[in-house]
C-alpha cells in the first residue's frame, strides 16, 4: 500500500500554487485563462454523472481552484466539499457559491493526504480534475483518493497525456500558438499516460472503468468527448470492496 505524504508541505509545488493565486480573480471569467476549463466542464460533468449518478452523493472535489467543477456537481444535486491549498482560489469560489446561492458546497484549505487521514472512506464520489500535473508526486495524491472514497465508490481522474503530440498541443499550441494558457501553465516532464495513472490506481485498489479523450478542434474552438487520449483524458475509476 503507497503511504500518504506525512505533511501538506511536502507534496505542494509552491510555484504551482502561485501560478493560479495570481489569477484567482479571473476563475469565473469564461473569456480569460480558464476559458478551456469552462468550455470542457459541461461535458466532464455529464460524463461524471452518467457514470456516478450525482443526485445525493457525498462528493469531495481536489485541486478545486475557483470552483468550476465544483460549483456544477453540487447544482447536479450532491453535496460537495472542494479542497485546494490556494488561499485565493478558494476564497473566490467561496465568493461564487455565495453570490450564486449555490446549495451544498463548502470549500476547504487542507492537502488530500491530511484530509485523507481525517475522513478516511468518507466520499461517495471523488474528483480530481487538471490537477495531478501539478504536484510532485501525483501518486501520493491518487493514493489519498482511494483512501478517502467509500469502497465501491468512484474516483475521476482528468490529466494530459506525455507524447509527441501533447507536447504540441497542450504547450506550443495552447500556450505560444493559439495562447489560450499563460506561456509555464504546464511542464511536460510532469505529464502523465495513462498506463501510468493506471498503475498508480491499482495499487492502491482503484479499478479502472472508463477511459475517454478530450479533443479540442482549434478552428471551431470546440471541445468534444472521444477515443483519442493521446493529449488531454479522463480516467474514472472504483474503489474495490474488500
Ligand atoms: N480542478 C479544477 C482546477 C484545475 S487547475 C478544474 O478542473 O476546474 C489546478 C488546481 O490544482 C489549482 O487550483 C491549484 O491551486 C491546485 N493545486 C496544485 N497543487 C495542489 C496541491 N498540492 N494540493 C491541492 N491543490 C493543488
Known sequence: MQTLKSSAASNVDPDELAKFSNLAHHWWDKTSEFAPLHAINPLRLAWINSLANLSGKRVLDIGCGGGILTDAMARKGATVLGVDLATKSLKVAQLHALEAQTPNVSYREISAEDLAREQPASFDVVTCMEMLEHVPDPQSIVAACASLVKPGGWVFFSTLNRNGR???????????VLGMLPRGTHEYVKFITPSELATF????????????????NPLTKRYKLSDDTRVNYLLATQKVNN
Open 201 to 216: 490506481g491499482r495499487k492502491v485498489g482503484l479499478e479502472i472503468q472508463a477511459t475517454r479523450g478530450l479533443e479540442h
Open 166 to 176: 501533447s507536447f504540441l498541443h497542450a504547450i506550443v499550441g495552447a500556450e505560444y
